[in-house]
Nanobody
Framework: QVQLLESGGGLVQAGGSLRLSCAAS????????MGWYRQAPGKQRELVAT???????IYADSVKGRFTISWDNAKNTVYLQMNSLKAEDTAVYYC?????????WGKGTLVTVSS
């Protein structure tokens, strides 16, 4: 069983930055994919960014050029550096980890961007 611990959310002014972290514990044997999703009030959960074993990254168009995902393999930790934050980035951010054939989700961390 893999447990995910997210941290780094909070309140920030528009234009500011935050860094989210998600650490996977429980000795995952081989992580295939780590990523971040978000869900704003009244909206569906959506992909923000994901990184696949080997380093390939995928970003939502809305965050390209502003957010950067990275993966510390030794720490089983994925980071999301969020710069130039906008009010529309306000959401609960969820970490997702795939250790085939299982998918694990974190409990979420709230990011609030004030305009």
């Amino acid at each position: 069983q893999v447990q995910l611990l997210e941290s780094g959310g909070g309140l920030v002014q528009a234009g500011g930055s935050l860094r989210l972290s998600c650490a996977a514990s429980g000795s995952p044997s081989s992580i295939n994919t780590m990523g971040w999703y978000r869900q704003a009030p009244g909206k569906q959960r959506e992909l923000v960014a994901t990184i696949i074993s080997g380093g390939r990254t995928i970003y939502a168009d809305s965050v390209k050029g502003r957010f950067t995902i990275s993966w510390d393999n030794a720490k089983n930790t994925v980071y999301l550096q969020m710069n130039s934050l906008k009010a529309e980035d306000t959401a609960v951010y969820y970490c997702k980890v795939i250790v085939l054939p299982m998918t694990y989700w974190g409990k979420g961390t709230l990011v609030t961007v004030s305009s």
